[in-house]
């Protein structure tokens, strides 16, 4: 699995910028296409199309376009399979502690899960432009701004304390703070994830699509929620790509079968 495209140059931007669409953007855009239209088959009833929205439409196309630049499958799949997975654990959490409920009461509703494959990638991207505009010093907010957002969202998850989940959630975060190895690129991935979340979580809210304990529109630690979720997704692909890449070369001793004596 290539590394992170993180610690670029400008010129090195604008080049990606030139180079950014090709064969694969179409390509990406029929599977992209073809997994909205499955989405709003199955679940049609949720979706009003005669009144067209339009902060959904532009926040869809909007991420659509980011994804389908520079795609790169031994990079994607990995982080919308994490994303994926992720997703839905960060979903039954929320809605089976009650943090917030969606206007179709599902804990959670699984028309909401293909959203985070999407949204992870468009913030992989995204992050990559980040990491170019932020300053040298952003480094060394790496760690303090990530544990700040733990106790910002513990605060946050105070009336579901007494719950294992929020326990088992609470742990998570810790250990994410706890194994920043490359602080820029979580700085990218929590300000670019954060920076889409605002879009994100305020057109649910707004459109009561989905409601916090809180009633705020949004709360301002959801949003930040995502830039977070980005950098534990990322964690979850480093540990997968290093065990990965230390399993391959056993693999074939593995399975190699044993001449036979003479």
């Known amino acids: 699995?290539?590394?992170?495209r993180y610690g670029g140059s400008v010129l090195g931007v604008r080049a990606l910028l030139r180079t950014g669409y090709d064969r694969r953007s179409l390509d990406g855009l029929v599977v992209l296409s073809t997994m909205y239209v499955i989405v709003l088959r199955t679940w049609r009833d949720l979706f009003d199309l005669s009144t067209p929205d339009p902060l959904f439409l532009g926040i869809w196309i909007g991420m659509t376009?980011?994804?389908?630049?520079?795609?790169?499958?031994?990079?994607?799949?990995p982080r919308a399979i994490v994303g994926l997975g992720g997703g839905l654990a960060i979903?039954?959490?929320?809605?089976?502690?009650?943090?917030?409920?969606?206007?179709?009461?599902?804990?959670?509703?699984?028309?909401?899960?293909?959203?985070?494959?999407?949204?992870?990638?468009?913030?992989?991207?995204?992050?990559a432009v980040a990491?170019?505009?932020?300053?040298?010093?952003?480094?060394?907010l790496a760690r303090p701004a990530l544990a700040a957002f733990v106790a910002w969202m513990v605060w946050f998850a105070r009336p579901s304390w007494g719950s294992p989940a929020t326990w088992?959630?609470?742990?998570?975060?810790?250990?994410?703070?706890?194994?920043?190895?490359?602080?820029?690129q979580d700085v990218a991935l929590f300000v670019s994830g954060a920076a889409l979340g605002v879009?994100?979580?305020?057109?649910?809210?707004?459109?009561?699509?989905?409601?916090?304990?809180?009633?705020?529109?949004?709360?301002?630690?959801?949003?930040?929620?995502h830039g977070f979720a980005s950098v534990a997704f990322?964690?979850?692909?480093d540990v997968a790509a290093l065990a990965w890449d230390r399993l391959r070369p056993i693999t074939p001793r593995r399975t190699a079968r044993r001449a036979p004596l003479r």
């Open 1 to 4: 699995m290539p590394e992170p």
């Open 65 to 77: 376009a980011i994804l389908c630049f520079r795609i790169d499958a031994a990079r994607d799949v």
């Open 91 to 127: 979903e039954a959490w929320g809605t089976v502690t009650e943090l917030w409920t969606y206007s179709t009461h599902e804990r959670p509703p699984l028309w909401i899960i293909p959203a985070w494959p999407v949204a992870t990638l468009a913030i992989d991207r995204l992050a």
């Open 131 to 140: 990491d170019v505009l932020l300053p040298r010093a952003a480094d060394r």
């Open 168 to 184: 088992l959630a609470a742990l998570g975060m810790v250990l994410v703070v706890a194994t920043v190895k490359r602080p820029r």
């Open 199 to 225: 879009f994100l979580e305020y057109w649910g809210t707004s459109r009561e699509c989905w409601t916090y304990w809180t009633r705020e529109v949004p709360p301002p630690v959801a949003a930040a929620a």
């Open 234 to 237: 990322q964690r979850v692909v």
